[in-house]
C-alpha cells in the first residue's frame, strides 16, 4: 500500500516561507504517477480544507483562492515526491497540512478516500 510522509512543518513568524515535501513510498514509479495528488489543511474548530491540486504529471494545477498567489504545488515523479510551498505566512495558516490523492478540489475533503500523510503541524505566531 501506498505510503505518504509529509514533512518541513514548524513554527514560523508571519510573512515567511516555509517548504513541504511529500514523499510517497510502498509503490512504483508507475503507481504513484497515476495520481493527482491535492494539499489539505485542518485548523483548529475548523472542516478539512482543501488548498491545491496537481494533476499527474505537473502540467496543471489548481488553487482555492484562499491560497492563491502565495501557495504553490509541484511534483517530481521520478522522485515520488510533491511539494507545498508556502509564501506570506499569515497567522490564520496555523494549521496541520496534509497531502493526499483524494481529488477533492469540488467535494468536502474525506480522510477514508485517497491515501493521506501523517499530516505536519504549522504554527504561524509572532
Known amino acids: 500500500e501506498m505510503r505518504l510522509v509529509e514533512t518541513g512543518g514548524g513554527m514560523m513568524q508571519p510573512r515567511r516561507s516555509l517548504i513541504h515535501p511529500c514523499v510517497a513510498s510502498?509503490?512504483?514509479?508507475?503507481?504513484?504517477?497515476?495520481?493527482?495528488c491535492s494539499w489539505i489543511r485542518h485548523a483548529p474548530w475548523k472542516e478539512l480544507e482543501w488548498l491545491l491540486m496537481?494533476?499527474?504529471?505537473?502540467?496543471?494545477?489548481w488553487y482555492a483562492d484562499s491560497v492563491k498567489g502565495r501557495f504553490t504545488i509541484s511534483r517530481d515523479n521520478a522522485k515520488n515526491t510533491v511539494w507545498l510551498q508556502m509564501d506570506g505566512l499569515k497567522s490564520e495558516d496555523t494549521a496541520r497540512y496534509y497531502c493526499?490523492?483524494?481529488?477533492?478540489?469540488?467535494?468536502?475533503?474525506?480522510?477514508?478516500?485517497?491515501?493521506w500523510g501523517q499530516g505536519t503541524q504549522v504554527t504561524v505566531s509572532s
Open positions: 510502498g509503490t512504483a514509479r508507475e503507481t504513484f504517477r497515476s495520481f493527482k
Open positions: 493526499t490523492t483524494g481529488t477533492f478540489r469540488t467535494v468536502a475533503p474525506r480522510k477514508d478516500v485517497g491515501f
Open positions: 496537481v494533476n499527474t504529471v505537473g502540467g496543471t494545477t
